[in-house]
Nanobody, 117 residues
Framework: VQLQASGGGSVQAGGSLKLSCAAKGMITSVFVGSRMAWYRQAPGKQRDLVAQ???????IYLDSVKGRFTISRDNSKKMVYLQMNSLEPEGTAVYYC?????????WGRGTLVTVSS
């Protein structure tokens, strides 16, 4: 299984980006039953959870992105997305998608988001 993240880039504050993550080589039924999340890591800082699907179809978000970011998934395409609106310079980081399936944890290589003021 390989996770391929894309969609990063450079934007000005207030702009939007949509990140995508493709789960290559994962069986659809496994994908459907997996937990999906996006993390980010700014230079010199720890990796933080940004958004995650939890039980019951609900999702949770880092407090600082609530109301601006939305995690979604397309099970038929085995894709996970992160729509990011009203981006702030503090959002500059490498964004990683993460999939947990049982005891297996998969990470993508990350996609860089740079937000200029």
């Amino acid at each position: 299984v390989q996770l391929q993240a894309s969609g990063g880039g450079s934007v000005q504050a207030g702009g939007s980006l949509k990140l995508s993550c493709a789960a290559k080589g994962m069986i659809t039924s496994v994908f459907v039953g997996s937990r999906m999340a996006w993390y980010r890591q700014a230079p010199g800082k720890q990796r933080d959870l940004v958004a995650q699907f939890i039980s019951g179809g609900r999702s949770i978000y880092l407090d600082s992105v609530k109301g601006r970011f939305t995690i979604s998934r397309d099970n038929s395409k085995k894709m996970v997305y992160l729509q990011m609106n009203s981006l702030e310079p503090e959002g500059t980081a490498v964004y990683y998608c993460n999939i947990e399936s049982g005891s297996q944890h998969y990470w993508g290589r990350g996609t860089l988001v740079t937000v200029s003021s």
